[in-house]
């Protein structure tokens, strides 16, 4: 008996081997794609390459889909010449003057206002943008003031609201009863 039993587990050994053998040859030929070299916005807002000028981090503050919207992120001009980045949000456009070689952060720079954002915060507006002669439809996200640091920067200046309901004080009760 000991023989079989033996035999057995020396057989079930063998067979373990070959299959660990099939798996690791069979994964060789594999290669994870590298994650570090897809694009992608690291921030709350998009970005687009038109041509010469570059987009990075632009995203429309608003209270409502119906109130006016404050664009922000930056836009670069890699030009030897001025370029103007032009913004049409479901139809309420603003435009953006840049100098040439350089750039400007709209937190920074006078306000960029849309006559209406297009979409509530926390959802997207589908936004035409257009410069040096090249234009891309992007889904851009419209915030509020929930995040405190968009707070300052919202068209009208920071509501004297809280925006997120577990910042505000629950309503005293009266003693005896729900």
Do not use: W
């Not at 038109?50 to 836009?75: F, H, K, P, W």
């Not at 891309?136 to 995040?147: G, R, W």
């Amino acid at each position: 008996m000991k023989n079989a039993a033996r035999k057995k587990l020396q057989h079930f050994g063998l067979g373990a081997a070959a299959a660990a053998a099939l798996l690791t040859a069979t994964g060789c030929g594999y290669v994870s794609p590298q994650a570090t070299a897809d694009e992608y916005a690291p921030s709350d807002g998009i970005q687009a390459e038109l041509g010469d000028v570059s987009v990075r981090n632009l995203m429309i503050l608003a209270e409502d889909e119906n109130s006016e919207g404050r664009v922000i992120g930056t836009v670069i001009n890699d030009s030897a010449e001025p370029a103007t980045l032009t913004i049409d949000a479901d139809g309420a456009t603003a435009e953006v003057e840049v100098p040439a070689n350089d750039q400007v952060m709209l937190e920074k720079a006078e306000p960029v206002t849309i006559d209406q954002a297009g979409a509530m915060p926390g959802l997207m507006v589908e936004t035409e943008l257009e410069a040096d002669g090249q234009s891309s439809t992007q889904s851009v996200p419209v915030l509020d003031h929930t995040y405190p640091r968009y707070a300052s920067l919202m068209p009208g200046g920071a509501p004297s609201t809280p925006a997120n309901p577990s910042n505000t004080p629950k309503a005293e009760s009266e003693e005896g009863g729900h």
